[in-house]
Structure formats: structure tokens, C-alpha cells
């Protein structure tokens, strides 16, 4: 149980301060570009259009942390968009039903994930590299590489809409108050048992399990999240984004590069999901500030890989850095 405690440890430093700082660095730069960022209206708006890379890093992070990676979920958020649309076609009296239909195929997917990885032993980056393939082929073949139909106005609402007439901001985005409720789910899960076995998992699988933990069980459930993720992620870009085949394409990658500059290390056992959402935050605001410097969106693949390049070598020197610990306890305060 003692390296269970010290896993514990790295929900407190998952480098949160860092990101935090380098978020108000990105701000600043942004207000001095266009002051008006800041006006109320502005900034949730930014809110909004950022609320599902966050969700999507709080999924992100539960499986990275465990030491796996999930690269479906691109695909998944846009299978599910075209899903909604093909099925609701505009009728607003089927949008609850295929909520709930996507909500299972989400499920599925994440379990699917979760269960090739742990009772088939095969390497995440493989699984989940091979469903993002067969998501991306299915909803081709499905659509015959146009997809059809349209989303209700009711899908659409928690992505487009929200509470008017709040005095200062105008408008307070339903997509802002779902992030908080995800971002509070999370922060909530990694507070019990299993957000504990879930970094011990990560951080060394043996020992975790001669402590008793179900680390397979752990590493699933992680994936599972992961799919809810997306699926609430790609509820919420429905409400603004065009039904096409190109919705969610390369979120993949955006995702895991939010969740590493929050200082979640990969291979897992050590980051919080605090930073890994800040990171999101980050890569959002980056992006702003390249189209408040009229820089070419081209210009994003190349900073993305640079910042996980740069992120994990940081990483890895300070692990090469750190002296061994002298015994097998730690602080127990994973707050």
C-alpha cells in the first residue's frame, strides 16, 4: 500500500501551477492583441468553444494516467455527430432516443477499448489506433462519404445555447456549466479509491496488484470514461459545428497534447486532472492567439508536436533527475 500512498502523491503535483502560469502568460498576450477578449461576451464564447477539448481531457487523462493511450476518440466524437444527424434528421421528437443511443455506442466503444487492452494484452496505442481505423472506415462506408441528414434544434441547444440575459456576459453557455460538471465529476473520482488505484496502476502495475487492486478493472473503467467523454464532447460541438465527416478529425491528437502540457506524464502514475483541463485551456487559448496574430492555421500540427516533445523530454529529466526515495511512504494528502 505504501506505493499506493506515494501514486496518491501525483494528484498534488501534476504540475497545475505551471499551466496555470502559462495560461495567464497566453492571456495577457491575447489582451494586448485585442483587449476586447475580455468583455463578457467574448470570453464565453471562448468558454464555450473550448468546453469540449476540456471534457475531453478529463477523459484523456484517466487513461493516460493509468498508462495507456486512447486515439479513438477523434473518431468517436465524429461518428457520433454524424450518428445524431442520420438518425434525428430533423425530427426534434427523436432527440432524446438518440441521446440515449449514443450515449451506449460511447459506452461500447470505451468498453470495447478497455477489454482488448486488458484481457487481450494488446497495446493501447494499437487498439485504439486500430478503432479510431474502424470508426473512420464504418461511418465512410455508412455515408458513402457524405454524411446526410440534420440535428434538432433540441440537440444543438446545450452546444449553441445557454442562460440570457446575465447582466455582465450576456449569456452564460450551458456548454460552460456542463465543462464545470464534468470537470467536478472528475476532480470528484480521483479523490475516492479509484482515482488512487487508477495512478497506482499507472505508476507500477505489480505492485498495485500484490496490494489487492483490480488493476484491469481500473484500466477499463478508464477507457469507458473516456468514451463518455467523447460523447458528451461531441454533443456539445453539434450545437455550433457542420455535419460532415472532417467533424472530430485529429482531436485525437490535440486531446493528448492538452493532457501532456498539463504536466500528466506519459506511461502514466504521476499528473492531475486539474492541469490536464488547464491544459486544454491552454491549447485553446494558444490557438486564439494565433488568430488574433492572423498566423496560418497550418502552422498548429508543427506547435502541437513541439509542445509534447518538449513536455515529455521535461519529463523525462526530471524523473532521471530525481533521487530514489529513501523509503516506501509519502504524503498521503491528495488534495
Keep these: 500500500m505504501g506505493r499506493m500512498r506515494t501514486a496518491a502523491a501525483a494528484l498534488a503535483g501534476g504540475g497545475t501551477g505551471t499551466v496555470v502560469a502559462l495560461l495567464a502568460v497566453i492571456f495577457a498576450a491575447i489582451a494586448f492583441a485585442n483587449p476586447a477578449f475580455f468583455e463578457g461576451p467574448s470570453l464565453m464564447a471562448f468558454l464555450k468553444q473550448a468546453a469540449p477539448l476540456v471534457i475531453l481531457a478529463a477523459g484523456q487523462y484517466f487513461v493516460i494516467v493509468s498508462g495507456n493511450f486512447d486515439l479513438s476518440v477523434g473518431a468517436l466524437v465524429g461518428a457520433q455527430v454524424v450518428i445524431a444527424a442520420r438518425l434525428i434528421d430533423g425530427e426534434e421528437s427523436r432527440t432524446l432516443p438518440v441521446l440515449g443511443l449514443m450515449l451506449l455506442f460511447g459506452l461500447a466503444v470505451g468498453l470495447a477499448n478497455g477489454l482488448i487492452t486488458t484481457a487481450l494484452k494488446v497495446q493501447s496505442f494499437i487498439t485504439t489506433l486500430g478503432m479510431m481505423l474502424v470508426l473512420y472506415g464504418a461511418i465512410r462506408l455508412w455515408t458513402g462519404g457524405a454524411p446526410t441528414g440534420s440535428l434538432s434544434e433540441a440537440f444543438r441547444g446545450p452546444g449553441r445555447r445557454g442562460i440570457d440575459d446575465v447582466p455582465l456576459v450576456g449569456q452564460i453557455p450551458w456548454a460552460l456549466l456542463i465543462m464545470i460538471g464534468a470537470g467536478a465529476a472528475a476532480i470528484w473520482l480521483m479523490r475516492t479509491r479509484f482515482g488512487r488505484v487508477l495512478i497506482a496502476t499507472g505508476d507500477n502495475e505489480l505492485a498495485a496488484e500484490l496490494s489487492g487492486a483490480r488493476t484491469d478493472t481500473v484500466r477499463t473503467a478508464a477507457f469507458v470514461l473516456s468514451g ?108
Excluded: H, K, W
Excluded at 239 to 268: D, K, N, R
Excluded at 293 to 314: E, K
Design 228 to 335: 463518455l467523454s467523447a460523447t458528451v464532447a461531441g454533443v456539445l460541438i453539434g450545437g455550433y459545428a457542420g455535419v460532415t465527416s472532417q467533424v472530430g478529425e485529429g482531436m485525437e491528437f490535440t486531446v493528448i497534447t492538452a493532457v501532456v502540457l498539463g504536466g500528466v506524464v506519459l506511461g502514466g502514475g504521476r499528473g492531475s486532472v486539474v492541469a490536464a483541463m488547464c491544459g486544454a485551456l491552454v491549447i485553446e487559448a494558444l490557438f486564439t492567439l494565433f488568430n488574433q496574430m492572423a498566423l496560418p492555421a497550418t502552422l498548429r500540427p508543427s506547435v502541437q508536436g513541439l509542445i509534447i516533445i518538449a513536455a515529455v523530454a521535461y519529463a523525462a529529466g526530471r524523473r532521471t533527475r530525481r533521487p530514489a526515495p529513501a523509503t516506501a511512504t509519502a504524503s498521503t494528502d491528495p488534495s
